[in-house]
């Protein structure tokens, strides 16, 4: 298999993602290879961290959260607003024989995550392109990409779980473009 097929009679596209294989309807931003490193990233950071599950926000078609989650063994909760990604990230987690490991809750953020939830790494890749320049990513679906409507032109409202929904000694992981955050820097350390 090529690293990305498009079965245009689904309206999707199947990519090898770091040895699992990644539907993502066409509606959805598309896996990119660059972010295998997020999830090898978390696995590193886990051998660290405390006890507990991952969460992915943002989770789209769930690439990253699932690859950590079998790379690491922790359960996975992979959160996003559009039903689409919910039921796509579900799909993949069945097909890599994850979903007795994965939960998704769909929903904002804020609503979705229990007040007594702890998660010992959290990865966001949540939409950050400004809304006056989305028209530069044409092959990438707007409501996928536009931070403005989703209110989110930086990480940080992605991140404002992580202090109480991270268990002490956690970590996460943020992607904002191509630059990934270190979770050296104080606002993404738990």
């Known amino acids: 298999m090529s690293d990305r097929e498009v079965d245009a009679a689904a309206g999707a596209s ?6 699992l294989r ?29 006890d507990g599950a991952l969460l992915e926000l ?35 987690a069945r097909a890599a024989g994850l979903d ?8 904002r953020i804020d609503e979705v995550l229990d007040p007594d939830d ?5 990865l966001a ?3 950050w392109v400004p809304h006056a320049q989305i028209t530069r990513f044409p092959q990438d679906p707007p409501v996928a990409i536009d931070g403005e409507r989703r209110a989110w032109t930086s990480p940080a409202p992605a991140c404002a779980p992580w202090p109480t929904t991270c268990s002490p000694a956690g970590t996460g992981c943020s992607s904002s473009g ?8 104080r606002p993404l350390r738990c």
């Open 178 to 185: 191509r630059a990934t955050r270190s979770t050296s820097s």
């Open 100 to 107: 007795g490991q994965v939960q998704t809750r769909r929903g």
């Open 14 to 19: 199947v990519t090898a993602f770091g040895g």
């Open 58 to 92: 943002c989770c789209g078609a769930g690439q990253i959260g699932l690859l950590a989650a079998r790379l690491t063994g922790r359960p996975l909760l992979a959160v996003d607003q559009d039903p689409i990604a919910v039921r796509q990230t579900e799909a993949n």
């Open 125 to 127: 890749d949540p939409p």
């Open 118 to 122: 702890r998660f010992a790494i959290v």
């Open 22 to 50: 990644i539907v993502a309807d066409d509606r959805l931003l598309q896996p990119r290879e660059w972010t295998v490193a997020q999830a090898e990233w978390a696995a590193e950071l886990a051998a660290d961290a405390p």
